[in-house]
C-alpha cells in the first residue's frame, strides 16, 4: 500500500491476513462499507415428513435386519425416538441422542445411514434442534 496522498496516520479498518485461506460470507469494512444478503430463511418442522421417513427407516430395518450387530438396540433407538417425538413438546436433547445413537447402530448398512441422515435433516426445524 502507497503512502502517497495519504493525510493523517494509517487507520486499520479491520482487516489484516497473513497466508491461508479465508472464506468470506458478506463482509463490509470501513467508513461508509455496506454488506447485503439474500433471503434468510429458516426450515419449518414437517411431522408428516419425518412421518414417512420413521416409516421408511422401520422398513429398511426390517430389510436389512441380518446387517445390523445389534438389531434389538437399533429398533429399541427407533422406538425412542418415535416416542420423543409423540411428545407435545419433545425435547431437542433426546431427540439429538436418539438420531446419535441410531445413526452409530446402522453404520455398516448404507442405505440405513443415508434414510437416518435424511431423519436428522428432517429434525432441523424442531424447536430448539
Do not use: C, W
Not at 500500500?1 to 493523517?8: F, K
Not at 439474500?38 to 422401520?58: I, N
Not at 445413526?103 to 435433516?121: C, E, I, M, R, S
Amino acid at each position: 500500500m502507497s503512502d502517497e496522498g495519504r493525510q493523517g496516520p494509517f487507520i486499520n479498518q479491520g482487516v489484516v491476513q497473513y497466508g491461508g485461506t479465508s472464506n468470506v460470507g458478506n463482509q463490509a469494512v470501513g467508513p461508509g462499507a455496506t454488506a447485503h444478503s439474500g433471503e434468510v430463511s429458516f426450515q419449518t418442522f414437517d411431522a408428516g415428513r419425518t412421518a414417512e421417513l420413521l416409516a421408511h427407516v422401520e422398513a429398511l430395518l426390517a430389510a436389512h435386519r441380518a446387517q445390523l450387530s445389534d438389531p434389538e438396540a437399533t429398533g429399541r433407538e427407533l422406538r425412542r425416538l418415535r416416542d420423543e417425538l409423540e411428545e407435545p413438546q419433545p425435547e431437542a436433547g433426546v431427540v439429538r441422542r436418539a438420531l446419535t445413537r441410531l445413526n452409530d447402530f446402522v453404520q455398516p448398512v448404507t442405505p440405513l445411514v443415508v434414510a437416518v441422515g435424511q431423519l436428522a435433516q428432517s429434525m432441523q426445524g424442531l424447536p430448539g434442534f
